[in-house]
Antibody, heavy 124, light 109 residues
Framework: QVTLRESGPALVKPTQTLTLTCTFS??????????VSWIRQPPGRALEWLAL???????HYSTSLKTRLTISKDTSKNQVVLTMTNMDPVDTATYYC????????????????WGQGTMVSVSS | SYELTQPPSVSVSPGQTARITCSGY??????AYWYQQKPGQAPVLVIY???ERPSGIPERFSGSNSGTTVTLTISGVQAEDEADYYC????????????FGGGTKLTVL
């Protein structure tokens, strides 16, 4: 069974750096075709893709946020970490991590399994 | 930046067919995916590669592609289908960049 779980602070202050951890099970991020991504959703608003890391450690970022984001993985711990610098109240959102299993690996190439999300509020 | 456009809301009566559209200039060249999100829950994948249905998703969910517009069709809508639906795709810039539509609220009357 594939599961993902996000963890991190519920509240950060403006200008601080946010660090979120996605801990997953049921697959390995060293397996060809596997990727983990971060996606966020402000209250009452749409989903927004943030970043992705793949099995080869290639990293991709949202064009609008790439200067503030860093994604990394620890394959031995089955974890993916996202850092976002210079947090602002507009960054208040539920942050999700989700898996992509590529078509060549017998997957869907979609965000097929999601974590439950973690709500992060930015306020002084 | 690339955008996918969805209608904010669609309403249907139980048993009717709901159609939710998603428009984007890169859709002729990029697959589309659809997610269902109920209040307080994470999204669930309901359609991938324009028309494919993951295992466990009811047959009443289907997808189609007609160029720059893709459509999610829910036939014989049930009360439990009331949710927000998001399309997702990528632009054609060559640099991986995943994009979500603005979401459509499906109301079952």
């Amino acid at each position: 069974q594939v599961t993902l779980r996000e963890s991190g602070p519920a509240l950060v202050k403006p200008t601080q750096t946010l660090t979120l951890t996605c801990t997953f099970s049921g697959f390995s991020l060293s397996t060809s075709g596997m990727c983990v991504s971060w996606i966020r959703q402000p209250p009452g608003r749409a989903l927004e893709w943030l970043a992705l890391i793949d099995w080869e450690d290639d990293k991709h970022y949202s064009t609008s946020l790439k200067t503030r984001l860093t994604i990394s993985k620890d394959t031995s711990k089955n974890q993916v970490v996202l850092t976002m610098t210079n947090m602002d109240p507009v960054d208040t959102a539920t942050y999700y991590c989700a898996r992509i299993k590529g078509l060549a690996a017998g997957g869907t190439d979609a965000f097929d399994i999601w974590g439950q999300g973690t709500m992060v509020s930015v306020s002084s | 930046s690339y955008e996918l456009t969805q209608p904010p809301s669609v309403s249907v009566s139980p048993g009717q067919t709901a159609r939710i559209t998603c428009s984007g200039y890169a859709l002729p060249n990029q697959y589309a995916y659809w997610y269902q999100q109920k209040p307080g829950q994470a999204p669930v994948l309901v359609i991938y590669k324009d028309t494919e249905r993951p295992s466990g998703i009811p047959e009443r969910f289907s997808g189609s592609n007609s160029g720059t517009t893709v459509t999610l069709t829910i036939s014989g809508v049930q009360a439990e289908d009331e949710a927000d639906y998001y399309c997702q795709s990528a632009d054609s810039s060559g640099t991986p960049n995943w994009v979500f539509g603005g979401g459509t609220k499906l109301t079952v009357l």
